[in-house]
């Protein structure tokens, strides 16, 4: 049994592993690749003195409004501290709170510089913007608040919940073949499958999740990961922003050399 358990850890950390491989080089490669043209160039930028930035103003601890109105998060703090490198100034940034729907059209139609707001970079994405390195990388975790439930196979014959036609579905079916699975509308339904003990867990993406536990402190998020996906920067396509997408990129590293990033990323509780 403890040899069976220890192969499974180990393929899993594999398979993670290679999935944050193939998702970096992917995103390096289509940084530097695009045709059409949208949004502001670096000296234009810099002559008017503040980026214009599309953000998420309802998702903690990504980008929210705290209790006085003011927006906090992960995407906010690196939102600023692009502003400082390429402006000068932490405050030269404007914030324009956008849907989910909004997150790509915004910066094809000349609204913002560039999205900071949860965006996942793909393939088919890439079709139509370009994508910065990643700045976190987001995946698939499990949450709960029954306290019998301490890791993965604890959840091998019970019931859990997912998102109606979500991508989790196919991963929880890949690592709990024999669990049930709940098809749910929203977050809030599965919370309330949850509570009514209908369920006994609900697979979501790792960086929502991790506010959901800051909300309600009785859940808990499992360790184990199930996939892994690179949250990055949306910036236009174009040989005349290459100098703007070469800026981000280069200060994203620095960030991620230095550990400013991981810090950030575990200051708002992110796993």
């Known amino acids: 049994m403890y040899n069976r358990c220890s192969r499974w850890q180990i393929m899993t950390r594999l398979h993670l592993v290679l999935s944050a491989t193939i998702f970096l080089i992917f995103c390096f490669s289509i940084v530097e ?11 234009e930028i810099q002559q008017r003195g503040y980026l214009n930035v599309a953000v998420k103003d309802n998702l903690r601890p ?3 409004k705290d209790g006085n109105g003011n927006l906090q998060g992960l995407e906010i703090d690196l939102a600023k ?17 956008v849907a989910n729907r909004d997150r790509l059209s915004v ?23 370009n994508f910065s390195v990643p700045y976190y990388l987001d995946g698939t975790l499990l949450v709960t608040k029954d306290t019998s439930v301490q890791q993965l196979n604890d959840l091998a014959k019970q019931k859990i919940a997912v998102l109606n036609n979500s991508s989790t579905i196919a991963k929880v079916r890949y690592y709990l073949p024999n669990a049930e699975l709940v098809g749910v509308n929203s977050y809030e339904e599965a919370r309330e499958e949850i509570e009514n ?23 808990r998020l499992l360790p184990t990961k199930l996939s892994t ?9 174009g040989l005349q ?5 070469r800026n981000v990129n ?10 400013w990033l991981q810090q950030r990323a575990q200051y708002w509780g992110l796993p």
């Open 33 to 43: 690749t695009g045709l059409t043209a949208s949004a502001a160039e670096m000296s």
């Open 62 to 64: 990504l980008g929210f």
């Open 81 to 97: 501290r692009l502003a400082a490198d390429l402006v000068g100034k932490a405050d030269g940034v404007k914030f324009q709170p």
């Open 107 to 129: 910066v094809l139609d000349k609204k913002v510089d560039f999205a900071i707001a949860r965006v996942t970079a793909t393939e088919s994405r890439s079709r139509i913007v």
């Open 197 to 219: 003990n209908a369920v006994a867990a609900f697979a979501a993406d790792a960086s929502v999740l991790s506010g959901w536990v800051q909300q309600y402190p009785q859940y």
């Open 229 to 237: 996906e690179p949250l990055s920067i949306v910036m236009p396509k």
């Open 241 to 245: 922003y290459d100098e703007f997408r």
């Open 250 to 259: 280069q200060a994203i590293a620095r960030y991620l050399e230095q550990g």
